[in-house]
């Protein structure tokens, strides 16, 4: 049954806002199709995170102030990333470079955040590395391209989640300088129409796809947390960052964990995502 809350949404016409963001890379190749997977600087695995953000407005006074209390610390007086001139915490959260102090502030703010809602999807590279190569022998012609694993990702992430309301407001993390909105978009409108096909469920409530800085952007600064959390369990095995916040998790799909059913496996509040979990990944020939 649909949540009060969601039918409401949609009788007013009124917009989900979500929020995007990854972690690791998609890269798989160097110079000469050298893999590259693993080593220094190269991810094993890509992730995409979205998070469901109901008052955004809410949630960007709450991480300005935040950040206002930090830089007025006196603690963190001389600290290079609390320095408006770097670029960093001082102007952003983010967790690759915000000090451990920082980070407990910010994962305390987000636990307390009790309407947010992250879902994620991960994928091993290694797999997608097995795919490349069956497409290389099907067509002499095909080359990979870590846009290609991107849009895939979106339309996995986004399958379930457009059709319930009035309307999405989609904000995705900017990605170099390349304007990719409406390659998104299309990867979006795909995800639909699968959905559609599939359960006969038709939506046409309209979607504004954009993409921002963290620094413009409070959502994405939360999201960056969460992939980030995320990011540590499958590439260091620590999950204390994600237990921390599983609360507020709803969905990772690890769509390469094929060992019960092709499509992946789920975890879920009822099914918590641990090291323990992933301990069968790192045993030597996996």
Same mark, same amino acid.
Request: glycine share 6%.
């Given at each position: 049954?649909?949540?009060? /809350? ?25 110079? &000469? ?11 094993? #695995? ?20 935040l950040r206002s209390q930090l830089l007025s610390d006196p603690y963190f007086r001389d600290v290079p990333s ?5 670029? =960093?915490?001082?102007?952003? #959260?983010?967790? =690759? ?9 910010? #994962? /305390? ?15 091993? &590279? ?32 986004? =399958? ?9 407001? @989609? ?12 390659? *998104?978009?299309?990867?979006l409108e795909s995800a639909r129409a699968r959905f559609a096909q599939q359960w006969n469920i038709v939506s ?5 796809? /954009? ?8 959502? *994405? ?27 507020? @998790?709803? *969905?990772?799909?690890? @769509?390469?964990? &094929?060992? &019960? ?9 009822? =099914?918590?995502?641990t090291e323990a979990a992933l301990a069968w990944r790192y045993l030597p020939g996996i």
């Amino acid at each position: 049954m649909m949540a009060d /809350s969601t039918r409401a949404r949609k009788k007013s016409g009124e917009s989900r806002h979500y929020f995007v963001d990854e972690a690791g890379d998609g890269v798989i190749f160097a110079n &000469k199709g050298r893999v590259i997977i693993e080593t220094p600087g190269c991810s094993r #695995f890509f992730m995409l995170g979205l998070l469901d953000v109901p008052d955004p407005v809410g949630l960007q006074q709450s991480v300005d102030d935040l950040r206002s209390q930090l830089l007025s610390d006196p603690y963190f007086r001389d600290v290079p990333s609390m320095q408006p001139d770097e670029r =960093k915490t001082a102007v952003a #959260f983010h967790a =690759k470079d915000d000090l451990p102090e920082v980070r407990r502030e910010v #994962f /305390s703010l987000l636990r307390g955040v009790s309407d947010l809602r992250f879902f994620a999807v991960v994928t091993d &590279k290694w797999s997608v590395l097995d795919y490349v190569r069956q497409q290389n022998e099907r067509s002499a012609t095909y080359r990979y391209h870590p846009n290609e694993l991107y849009d895939y990702l979106v339309r996995r992430l986004f =399958k379930n989640r457009l059709h319930k309301d009035g309307g999405y407001e @989609i904000v995705f993390s900017k990605r170099g300088a390349t304007d990719r909105t409406a390659a *998104l978009r299309k990867a979006l409108e795909s995800a639909r129409a699968r959905f559609a096909q599939q359960w006969n469920i038709v939506s046409d409530a309209p979607m504004e796809v /954009s993409a921002a800085t963290p620094a413009e952007q409070a959502g *994405l600064q939360a999201v960056d947390y969460f992939t980030w959390a995320l990011q540590r369990l499958y590439e260091k095995r620590e999950d204390r960052y994600l237990t921390y916040l599983w609360p507020t @998790i709803h *969905l990772v799909e690890d @769509i390469d964990d &094929k060992r &019960k059913a092709g499509y992946g496996r789920f975890y879920t509040q009822t =099914k918590p995502l641990t090291e323990a979990a992933l301990a069968w990944r790192y045993l030597p020939g996996i």
